[in-house]
Structure formats: structure tokens, C-alpha cells
């Protein structure tokens, strides 16, 4: 069975207004839930979904689907943010795997009537840094600069799912903040 274990925020309001963002991953999916409201954009929880890291392929992506339909069911975010599928040259194999992963997180959005929202990789760092090649480290200052966190978001699961749904955030729900990196002289704060 997969457990899921994340960091809720006090005082969560209008599900209608909630970015769902996930990194999915074989073995752990991380996902972090935006939620905007008339004070800007906030954490609303964050986390990771974990599997057994034994068992067969097919077991594996049934623990991510129920453990992601939790989160849906008790987040009840309006929309999914997601990062598109990648394939590196060295590593096809990894491409097909991690397309299995997403595949099964997509249609527990679509079971729960939510919107997914593909991004390029080079697209959330783009938007969150200025560089579409920025490093893991600068991407995890981005986020919690962005999102006034005390700490960088651990583990790097986490910092994912939250860039892809702050990514969603600045393209879709403000636009007009969106291309200015975090710590740039224009800040996107709300």
C-alpha cells in the first residue's frame, strides 16, 4: 500500500483555487498544492507519495494511483500542473518507465475531473528563474523565495512538484508575472 506523507498548512480555504503539482517518480511522486487567494499565492501542503520499492511494475504504478487519488480526494485541487515527458538519448529506457508513472497520475486527474497542465522542464525553470537551465539548487531558492518559505523545499521530489505548480501559477493565473526569475528587480509576489 502507499503512504503518503506531507506538510499541511493552518487555514486552507477555496478548493476551487488550488494548483496541484506533481513530480512523478516510480518509487516516490512528489506533489505540492498552491492555493491563490486575495493575499497572493500559498503553500498549501506539500509532500511525497511513497511505494513499496519492491514488487512489479504493475504494483508499483497501482500504489502511485491510489496514493495520488488520496491527495486529489483530500485536496481538492481545480487543476493538475505536470512536467512533460523527457527522454534523454543514454537512457530510453527510463523515458518508457517514467511514462508508465505518468500515465497513471493522468488518469487519476481525469477520474476526478481535474485538468491536467503539461509544462517543459526548460519551460518551469525558465519561468521561475529567467534561465531554462537553471540547477536543482537555484530552482529550490526560486520556490522559496516565491512562496516566502523559512527553508528550501526538501526533498528534491517536493521542489519539483512545487516549480511545476508555481510554473502553472505565473503562465495561467497571472500571466503578466510570468519571465521575471525570482530575485529579479520586478518581484512576482501577489
Sequence with gaps: MASRRGNPVEGTADPSARILGVDPGLN???YGVLERGDGGLRLC???VVRGRSHGTLAERLVEMHAGIRDVIASL???VMALEELYSHYDR???AILMGHARGVICLAAAQSGIAVAPYPAT???KVLTGSGRASKSQIQRAIQYELGLSQLPEPADVADALAVALCHYYLKEKPAAAGFGAGTATPRRS
Design 28 to 30: 516516490i511522486t512528489g
Design 76 to 78: 481538492r485541487p481545480s
Design 45 to 47: 501542503e506539500a509532500g
Design 92 to 94: 530510453p529506457r527510463t
Design 123 to 125: 519551460q518551469i525553470k
